[in-house]
């Protein structure tokens, strides 16, 4: 079956520590998005990319980073230098970026 | 920037017909979608528009006006599992990510009631 993955589904780290949460997708989509979301907050971009090796910063992306070396693969890490990161990650793809994306399970992140 | 707008909560009964609405600004508007997310999960794909009027699959229906900047999401025949959080999300060309960027409103959670 086709889909996106995405684990840990719950993920606990100490202040200070980076923590990558992984995303894969066998979809042969082309686009892959990490998006977070806060209770009463709608999702936002952190990062996305259009083809492997590529990617582009959205709308939150200070203290996070990414990587795209395979296509079907777009891990995102959480640096020490993101002040809240607290959150539900979400990750998604879509075909080539004009279509409806696809959101894998998510990954419920606390920072102790 | 964007402004995408709809109510935070709507409460309905269980086999009756409700109209979540959702007004947005955009300059460069190329779509807007649904979605539709329970509790702790992972948003799954309702509708999708990007022409003036109304879409139609089995329960539910999405209409836009890009005139009044304007959509609904129609879902009849109500059921106890179509209690979740529905997200509004529009496409805007001329955002910094171009058609690639899906800028969403908070949600509107419904609560179906028997």
């Known amino acids: 079956d086709g889909g996106i993955t995405q684990s840990p589904k719950y993920l606990f780290r100490k202040e200070g520590q980076n923590v990558t949460l992984s995303c894969e997708q066998n979809?042969?989509?082309?686009?892959m998005y990490w998006y977070r979301q806060d209770p009463g907050q709608g999702l936002r971009l952190i990062y996305y990319s259009q083809i492997v090796n590529d990617f582009q910063k959205g709308d939150i992306a200070e203290g996070y980073s990414v990587s795209r070396e395979k296509k079907e693969s777009f891990p995102l890490t959480v640096t020490s230098a993101q002040k809240n990161p607290t959150a539900f990650y979400l990750c998604a793809s879509s075909m080539y970026g004009e279509d409806e994306q696809f959101f894998g399970p998510g990954t419920r992140l606390t920072v102790l | 920037g964007q402004n995408i707008d709809q109510p935070t909560e709507m409460t309905a009964t269980e086999g009756a017909i409700v109209q979540i609405n959702c007004t947005y600004q955009t300059s460069g508007f190329n779509g807007l979608f649904w979605y539709q997310q329970h509790a702790g999960e992972a948003p799954t794909f309702l509708s999708y528009?990007?022409?003036?009027g109304l879409e139609e699959k089995g329960r539910f229906s999405s209409f836009l006006s890009r005139s009044k900047g304007y959509s609904y999401l129609l879902l009849k025949e109500l059921q106890m599992k179509d209690s979740a959080s529905y997200l509004c999300a529009v496409r805007d060309v001329e955002s910094g990510a171009g058609s690639y960027q899906l800028t969403f409103g908070k949600g509107t959670k419904l609560s179906v009631i028997p």
């Open positions: 528009n990007v022409l003036d």
């Open positions: 979809l042969n989509h082309d686009a």
